[in-house]
């Protein structure tokens, strides 16, 4: 596969308990993502350290998805003909965010650094051994970790580490706005972000004002890609179907806000229209397609980032199914 192959893709298996996977109501989801037109799924599932600042990365029997479970989504996921791209994150026991997983920087902090880059890096290479067993298109190294993205030397040698047993294309998941603070993004096959751009000033913007607003992030991105010389890849992206969330697409909080199928259909077209012809960028995987999904006559009233038989799932179809 190369790595600038454009991706029609889609996010699924996130915050699933286990076995969920191996449900028939998750094949059943699959099979509806792929008739959005998605060639691609981000299978992303997590496991927890006890909290941002562990050492240590275990395996929790009771919650982290087994490798029986894993293995039986991407076979179904290729069964059907999806690409998938395997991607573990490690998230906080304590609800804290990812992204300050991290130690001080002071002296004696090294030590604690290098602990835990070991047990983060057999955490990785525990995946990267499946992905690449059994035939994963790509694989993620890491999400949203903004906290740990300045120790280079130790995410070179992590990187070195993880190519020794995966053979397939590389990609690192910053987060909006903490992109360049990247320096080693030369060292992956493709830049990945979680573009969850504010491209809205006020609930219910109309398209084209969002359109507008992602021209300076399109601008910012290409510079990216020019800097490193690599394709650049919206590892997540997506807005919830309610008011005001094209205003903060990161959101899932806010459960008081109304139901907008429009907000969210405006958003996945703006993005499309201002992305889909830039020759350096490398396509999408929307946020997110759950592994049981409501049923169909429910859609108006959700108002999660899901996108099934809402006006944002027709968007991506007509889209998808262009030639890129």
Same mark, same amino acid.
């Given at each position: 596969m190369s790595a600038t192959a454009f991706i029609k893709g889609m996010t699924y298996g996130w915050n699933s308990s286990r076995g969920a996977y191996r449900q028939p109501y998750a094949l059943d989801s699959l099979r509806k993502l792929k008739e959005t037109g998605s060639e691609w799924i981000a299978l992303s599932f997590?496991?927890? &350290?006890?909290?941002?600042?562990?050492?240590?990365?275990?395996?929790d029997y009771g919650h982290t998805m087994t490798d029986r479970d894993i293995e039986h989504a991407i076979k179904q996921a290729k069964a059907l003909g999806l690409k998938v791209c395997l991607k573990p994150v490690?998230?906080?026991?304590?609800?804290?965010?990812?992204a300050h997983i991290g130690f001080p920087e002071e002296d004696g902090a090294k030590p604690y650094w290098d602990a835990w880059f070991e047990s983060y890096g057999n955490f990785l290479w525990h995946y990267a051994e499946i992905a690449e067993e059994l035939g994963c298109e790509m694989f993620c190294i890491g999400c949203e970790m903004v906290k740990t993205e300045p120790k280079t030397a130790h995410?070179?040698?992590?990187i070195a580490r993880i190519r020794t047993v995966y053979s397939g294309p590389l990609v690192y998941n910053a987060n909006h706005g903490s992109e360049e603070g990247v320096a080693w993004f030369d060292l992956v096959d493709l830049i990945g972000t979680s573009a969850y751009y504010p491209v809205a000033k006020a609930p219910g913007e109309s398209e084209d004002a969002m359109f507008a607003n992602w021209l300076p992030v399109r601008?910012?991105?290409?510079?990216?890609?020019?800097?490193?010389?690599?394709?650049?890849?919206?590892?997540?992206?997506?807005?919830?179907?309610?008011?005001?969330?094209?205003?903060?697409?990161w959101d899932f909080t806010h459960a008081e806000l109304p139901?907008?199928?429009?907000? &969210?259909?405006?958003?996945?077209?703006?993005?499309?229209?201002?992305?889909?012809?830039?020759?350096?960028?490398?396509?999408?995987?929307?946020?997110?397609?759950s592994v049981k999904l409501y049923p169909t006559e429910q859609a108006a009233a959700d108002t999660g980032f899901d996108i099934h038989g809402k006006q944002a799932e027709r968007v991506l179809r007509e889209w998808y199914a262009k030639a890129r």
């Open positions: 997590y496991t927890l &350290q006890a909290n941002t600042h562990s050492t240590e990365i275990p395996f490690v998230n906080s026991k304590d609800g804290i965010w990812r995410w070179e040698a992590l601008d910012k991105l290409r510079r990216m890609h020019e800097r490193f010389g690599k394709p650049i890849v919206f590892m997540e992206i997506g807005c919830r179907s309610a008011l005001g969330c094209a205003t903060m697409p139901a907008s199928e429009a907000e &969210q259909a405006n958003f996945y077209g703006s993005v499309l229209r201002a992305f889909w012809d830039e020759p350096w960028f490398s396509g999408f995987f929307w946020w997110d397609w």
